[in-house]
C-alpha cells in the first residue's frame, strides 16, 4: 500500500505542520504502508487559467511539474494532506494545486482512495482547514478518515500531543483502505454528485469531451 505525504508549509524543516505529515507518515509506514513526502512548496506549479482544456482533452496546457505530482496522487491508495492555516485557509502552494483538480473532481479520480488531513496555526483556523481538506478529498471521490488539527501560538508544547494523534491517524488510514472502510454519508454525497452532474456533461459533452467519454466508460451515463 503506498500512502503519499503532501506538505503544504514553504517553512521548510521548521514547518510544525510539516511535524503533523511525517508523523502521520510514520504511523502509515508502521502499519504496514510505503510512504512518500512531496513539499509542492518546492514544485514548480502554475495557476490555473480556466481554459477548459482538461474538460475537452483530458489534459492540462501547463508544462509543469504538476502532471507528476498528479500521477503519484492516482497511484496512491491513500493521502495525507497537511498546510498551516494562511488567513482562514490553506497556503497559496496547496491552493494552487487544488485549482488544478477540477478535472479530478468531475471525474471522482480518488475513488477507492483514502485520505486524511493536518493543520497548525498561531490561534484558531486549524478545524476550519482541516475540514476543507478533507471536503475536498471527498469532492475528488475519496474517502476522509479523520484529521489533526492544533493551535500552538499559546502552547508551543501542544505540537507533541498533536504528533501522536497525527501518528494514530496515519495508522488509523491504512487500516481503513486495508478494511475498505464505508463512510455512507460520503458515499451519498459522491451518488448525488453524480445524479447532478450528469446533466452538466450531457449539455457540454463536446466542448467537454474527455470527461464525457470518462463518464460514459465509467458506466455513469
Known amino acids: 500500500m503506498k500512502i503519499l505525504g503532501i506538505n503544504g508549509s514553504p517553512k521548510g524543516a521548521k514547518s510544525q ?19 512518500e513526502l512531496v513539499d509542492v512548496c518546492k514544485l514548480n506549479i502554475r495557476y490555473c487559467i480556466a481554459c477548459g482544456a482538461c474538460y475537452l482533452k483530458g489534459t492540462c496546457i501547463h508544462d509543469d ?51 486524511c488531513a ?7 483556523g486549524e478545524k476550519v482547514v482541516v475540514e476543507y481538506l478533507n471536503r475536498t478529498f471527498i469532492k475528488f471521490g475519496g474517502s476522509a478518515v479523520g484529521g489533526v488539527g492544533v493551535a500552538i501560538g499559546q502552547d508551543p508544547h501542544a505540537i507533541y500531543a498533536a504528533e501522536k494523534k497525527a501518528h494514530d491517524l496515519g495508522k488509523m488510514l491504512v487500516e481503513a483502505r ?14 448525488m454528485f453524480r445524479a447532478r452532474f450528469k446533466y452538466v456533461l450531457e449539455a457540454h459533452k463536446e466542448e467537454w469531451a474527455s470527461e464525457y467519454r470518462y463518464w460514459k466508460n465509467a458506466g455513469w451515463l
Open 118 to 124: 493536518v493543520s497548525t496555526s498561531g490561534s484558531s
Open 178 to 191: 486495508r478494511t475498505k472502510r464505508h463512510y455512507p454519508e460520503q458515499e451519498a454525497y459522491r451518488l
Open 17 to 35: 505542520t510539516l511535524r503533523l505529515v511525517k508523523a502521520a507518515l510514520d504511523g502509515a509506514r508502521k502499519a504496514g504502508a510505503e510512504i
Open 65 to 115: 511539474d504538476f502532471h507528476t505530482l498528479l500521477e503519484k496522487m492516482i497511484a496512491s491508495e491513500g493521502m495525507i494532506w497537511g498546510s498551516p492555516v494562511y488567513i482562514d485557509s490553506v497556503t497559496a502552494q496547496l491552493k494552487t494545486v487544488i485549482d488544478r483538480m477540477a478535472d479530478t473532481i468531475h471525474c471522482q479520480l480518488f475513488l477507492g482512495k483514502y485520505g
